[in-house]
């Protein structure tokens, strides 16, 4: 390095989701400000250990980035350091790469980390602080199921896609008298599916949260028809159990591996075409929910979130995570944040107002 001032170091970890380049811009840019120079480390926390990988940022290379999704530091959700859980619930990262990650941080002068993550790249961040790595966390994920934060950015872009997605399918499954079944992400959380239902205007939403049948989602569907309405909307959560319990997963993983999720739309479909004799189609919306330029809402948590990092940096504040407390950007102990995972509320206002709008969650009710 030829700069001598103090360095920002800066990852993205995990799964992606638009609203990344907009940390990592807002954090050069306040970082610039306050006297630090950035780096970025690349593909997660891989980029800090043998072979140490990393590029300097400035706000001439950042320039540009705050519309664009993905991230220019590249991700990964499998590498090294997603390590196993101990019995005491806590992932235990090889104390070689923790010491390597120490020297790295040590060697560039770097006098604080900034981690962008989800849950599980924010329980490696937590490791780090634990082994006096200074480290802030910057949440984020589409799924939006961190209970510290109001919401993670990405969730909103996420939405606003499988929005648009509904209302593509709307005008054909209109044309064509067709049950439209539509798969979303959100891994075990339903907040993607009842957003997007919601928004979309759905008949139907299938969520984690909520246990259905096919019994009462076909009873909708009906009652639709007999009222004259012959298409109809599905949206269903990819965490969702099927009646009988089960998850549909796209493959069959080892205990320790996260389990791969998929395909539940498929057979929702399915079963609506036999149950009903109706035309059904499936529509799985996958990565493209991931892919994309974040939406004016997710710029500016994105933003505000990486200015408060940086300005947590600077006061010493390791070991928390930026969160979004509305109206406010707060911050909470890593600890604390990971240790709560967000669901939504069965009897919460969404799923109220849904309700009350004769959206069929599939259940008694
Ligand atoms: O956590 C974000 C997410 O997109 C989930 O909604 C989804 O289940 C998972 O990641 C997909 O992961 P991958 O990109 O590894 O297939």
Excluded at 100 to 119: F, K, N, P, S, Y
Excluded at 189 to 203: F, K, R
Excluded at 311 to 327: A, K, L, N, S, T
Aim: glycine letters at 14%; hydrophobic letters at 40%.
């Amino acid at each position: 390095m030829t700069s001598h001032k103090p360095s920002i170091g800066i990852l993205t970890s995990g799964g992606d989701c638009p609203g990344l380049n907009a940390v990592i811009r807002a954090s050069v840019i306040a970082g610039e400000r306050l006297g630090y120079s950035c780096v970025g480390f690349l593909r997660g926390y891989e980029g800090l250990v043998d072979p140490v990988d990393y590029m300097p940022l400035t706000r001439g290379n950042t320039s540009g980035i705050l519309t664009l999704g993905g991230t220019i530091l590249g991700s990964t959700n499998r590498g090294r350091f997603s390590a196993t859980v101990g019995e005491d619930q806590r992932i235990s990262i090889d104390p070689a790469l923790l010491r390597g990650v120490a020297d790295t941080v040590r060697q560039l002068g770097i006098c604080g980390l900034v981690c962008i993550g989800g849950d599980g790249s924010l329980a490696i961040s937590e490791q780090f602080h634990r082994h006096g790595i200074p480290v802030v966390g910057v949440p984020k994920t589409i799924d939006n199921d961190l209970g510290a934060t109001a919401f993670t950015f990405g969730f909103d872009s996420a939405v606003s896609t499988a929005t648009d997605a509904l209302d593509r399918l709307r005008t054909t499954a209109a044309s064509h008298e067709r049950i439209m079944v539509l798969e979303v992400m959100g891994r075990h959380a339903g907040w993607i599916a009842l957003h997007a239902g919601i928004a979309g205007g759905a008949d139907v939403i299938l969520l984690p949260e909520i246990g259905w049948t096919f019994d009462s989602v076909c009873r909708k569907i009906a009652d639709r028809e007999a009222a004259g309405r012959r298409h109809s909307l599905v949206v269903v959560a990819e965490g969702a159990s099927l009646p009988t319990g089960d998850l549909v997963c796209v493959t069959a993983t080892g205990a320790q591996e996260q389990v791969k999720l998929g395909g539940i739309g498929q057979v929702v479909a399915a079963e609506i075409a036999r149950r009903l004799d109706r035309q059904t189609r499936t529509v799985v919306l996958g990565h493209l929910q991931r892919g994309g330029n974040p939406t004016t809402f997710d710029r500016v948590l994105a933003t505000e979130f990486g200015v408060l990092a940086v300005q947590m940096i600077h006061e010493g504040r390791f070991g928390e995570m930026v969160c979004y407390r509305p109206p406010e950007i707060e911050s909470v102990p890593i600890a604390t944040a990971i240790a709560s995972l967000s669901r939504v509320q069965p009897h919460g206002t969404s799923v109220r107002a849904a309700r009350g709008l004769g959206i069929c969650f599939g259940d008694a009710s």
